[in-house]
């Protein structure tokens, strides 16, 4: 089933004047494309919300960017999955009472970060992954976003972090997606991957939480992640290396679960294999190729 939920946030729909930094209008005229979430079909000006009252989580831009809807000029038949710098991305910043100020849309670059954050010194971070496609009439799908939003609340209450609402996470996915529209690849040529990021960014010494958290979202236009493709592929099954263990964070997509597994990629890859199944003493399975991993569970799909 579907159905359609107008945008709680500030709508990419009118480029700012020259120099200006300008909080985009909640109402524009005309509307802007929509983006769909398959299932949970979110058109951003259609249905109002129907939900408790939640606070906005608007965007302002730092600088100009293009209203065109014109694909950008990119090799797609060759789009392999790696970074590919877009035009914007957000951020949005969060202090000590748990409430994260208004976001901003900022050229996408470096960002800074103090020597001894939290995320540095301690990896007090998370992230999401999920992608954007584009329809044949040129509207964007996205798939189920409120279930990384989920996760993501999940993962930071384990990590002891505050996390945005629903609400505002999937506001600022459609956000980002809309400012960087023109990088979703055409149909049947990839996808937009998004990166939603959640990190201690304020600075501690002795370990504990971090005074200042940062939430940003940057995409980038991607092929098939497989180069097999749906081909057979070799897998080496791992034991002495372990990516989750009983009672750690395997469960969430804390950031420190994926080093810990770069040497039995290693040794795969030297054996002349780039996939690795790991198993523990619980004979939980997790799957690895490459950069990607994933913990299989028979009750569990999303989570970890």
Known sequence: MEYGVASHGALLAAAPLAGRRLRLPLSPSPPPPSIQIQNRLYSISSLPLKARPVRRCGASLASNYSQTS?????????????????DYMYVAKCGTDGNFAEGEMVPFGPISLNPSSGVLNYGQGLFEGLKAYRKPDGSILLFRPEENALRMQTGAERMCMPAPSVEQFV???????????????PTG??????RPLLMGSGAVLGLAPAPEYTFIIFVSPVGNYFK???APINLIVEDKFHRATPGGTGG?????????????QKIAKEKGQCYFYSSNKRNNITWHHKEKYNRCCCEQGLPG
Request: proline share 2%; charged share 20%; no cysteine.
């Open 70 to 86: 014109e694909i950008v000029d990119l090799d797609w038949e060759n789009l392999g999955f790696g970074i590919v710098q877009t």
């Open 171 to 185: 506001d600022a996915v459609k956000q980002t997606v809309l400012a960087n529209k023109r990088w979703v690849p």
């Open 189 to 194: 040529k990839g996808s937009l991957y998004i």
């Open 228 to 230: 097999e493709g749906l």
């Open 252 to 264: 969430v997509k804390t950031i420190g679960n994926y080093a810990s597994v770069l040497m039995a």
